[in-house]
């Protein structure tokens, strides 16, 4: 389970890079909560940008067989949610990162720099 939970976070994060999100963070929860194995959480700058950041992470973690369980926040684009399971992408704009802080509320996981994930 561990090795899927990589396997998609890395997807997720490749899609997020290949469509310009800033700041991505990797937190492993693991061992901390039972609702995730990984919080992905990037920033883009606008609605459109966070939008296509969300469509690119379905699309591709879709075409390796994992679909969205939940999708919420698309249409105001603020901070969208995907929620795949084993792994939960958090896409913001920049004012709602700084407010809801979930690098802060979830510091007791373990921030994983997203080039070195196995």
Same mark, same amino acid.
């Given at each position: 389970?561990?090795? &899927? /939970?990589? /396997?998609?976070?890395?997807?997720? *994060?490749?899609? @997020?890079?290949?469509?310009?999100? /800033?700041?991505?963070?990797? !937190? ?6 039972? %609702?995730?194995? +990984? ?13 296509? %950041? ?5 699309? /591709? ?8 369980? $939940? =999708? $919420?926040? +698309? ?5 969208? %949610? @995907?929620?795949?399971?084993?792994? *939960? =992408? ?14 802060? !509320? ?10 070195? @994930? &196995?």
């Amino acid at each position: 389970m561990a090795e &899927q /939970a990589s /396997a998609m976070a890395r997807i997720a *994060i490749g899609a @997020l890079e290949d469509k310009k999100a /800033a700041d991505i963070k990797v !937190i492993d929860i693991s061992e901390v909560s039972v %609702l995730a194995d +990984y919080f992905i959480i990037a920033n883009g700058t606008n609605r459109s940008q966070i939008q296509a %950041l969300a469509d690119g992470v379905e699309e /591709a973690l879709g075409k390796a067989g994992y679909p969205p369980r $939940e =999708v $919420e926040g +698309y249409n105001t684009a603020h901070w969208v %949610l @995907l929620d795949f399971g084993d792994v *939960i =992408v958090h896409i913001f704009d920049e004012k709602d990162r700084l407010m809801y802080d979930l690098e802060r !509320i979830w510091r007791d996981g373990k921030e994983i720099d997203p080039g070195t @994930l &196995q």
